[in-house]
């Protein structure tokens, strides 16, 4: 598009460009037929927002709090839970349940690894490596002897 990525949309109730400011970085929502466009155990994203991520065990992993794509599959993203923030991609290898309907996702947690520490997590600093207080070039620690008025230019 000549100003950018995005869409150019018109609406009947919005009348000029300056009205349509007002609608600059909002959410569309359209009122669709569900039977029509989803076929049999798909869902919309924001159905499966708010659903709680169990594991096999009945532990509580946390809450899906939003929702992205990564190449051909989705991928949710847990929060508030015992381990913290995690992706839960959305492969049947890892989910075993999928009840977005009841509110309910049961994955299998030891596929996830959630126990190892995270990825992300920062290691340790290590402690700062101490200079030794002499010099190679003399035991004066980098001073001049009292005195010394060379420049360190040879004659």
Known sequence: MADGPGWWLTFREVADRASAEALRDVYL????ARDEVLGPGEVFWHEVVGARVVDQSGRELGVVGDVYRAGVAEVYVVRDGPVGEFDLPAVKDVIREFTP???VIVVDAAVLALEEAAV???RPAAPAKRRPRWSRHGKAGGRRPAGDTATGASG
Do not use: H, N
Not at 29 to 32: C, T
């Open 101 to 103: 309907e009841r509110g």
């Open 29 to 32: 929502e359209a009122e669709v």
């Open 120 to 122: 992300d997590t920062p």
